[in-house]
């Protein structure tokens, strides 16, 4: 016999003493009344019989079993999320300008510009522009992680069993179909 089933039994067996207490203290407070009336109130325990002083009467207890369904939470897996640093090469055209000195010299013939203008040199400062490349740190896109409770209906299959009361004639013995 399983827990459930002793536990089945022992609620029985208490219910079958608390209303056969309850109907001998309503008799007790009414005065006894008659014998037919109390005949409707016998109770048994599982497993016995109880025979009254007016007719034999057998009260068979027919158990069945019932479904209770409970659930536990599994785990079924886990997400690992984490941040990797990918580093790519990025090919950037920069337009720079630079400068270049140029000198004409012309022939004596008339045509002739002097460079110098007296002087023995001259400084003529030539530049160039340079790529400067700097980072800075971006917002490029948010990755938001949420987990969703999400309801759904799990049809169960499960076997129960409940017993009957079958009735086999022997012979000529009446049976009163109304009380089977």
Do not use: C
């Not at 407070?29 to 109880?50: K, N």
């Not at 337009?95 to 008339?110: A, I, M, N, Q, Y």
């Not at 896109?141 to 009361?165: T, Y």
Request: negative net charge; hydrophobic residues 35%.
């Amino acid at each position: 016999m399983t827990g459930d089933e002793l536990r089945a039994n022992i609620l029985h067996t208490f219910e079958a003493i608390v209303s056969t207490l309850k109907h001998w203290f309503g008799v007790i407070a009414s005065g006894f009344s008659d014998r037919e009336h109390d005949r409707e109130y016998i109770r048994t325990v599982p497993g016995s019989m109880d025979v009254s002083e007016i007719d034999q009467q057998h009260v068979v207890d027919l158990f069945g079993e019932s479904i209770r369904v409970d659930k536990e939470r599994v785990e079924q897996g886990e997400l690992l999320i984490r941040k990797e640093v990918i580093t790519e090469t990025q090919m950037i055209a920069v337009p720079v300008t630079r400068e270049e000195l140029v000198v004409e010299r012309r022939s004596k013939d008339g045509r002739t510009l002097e460079v110098l203008r007296g002087k023995q040199a001259i400084r003529i400062p030539v530049s160039q522009e340079r790529v400067i490349v700097s980072k800075q740190t971006v917002l490029n896109e948010q990755v938001r992680v949420s987990r969703h409770r999400i309801e759904e209906k799990k049809i169960v299959s499960v076997p129960v069993k409940h017993e009957q009361v079958s009735i086999r004639r022997e012979g000529d013995a009446p049976i009163n179909k109304e009380a089977a």
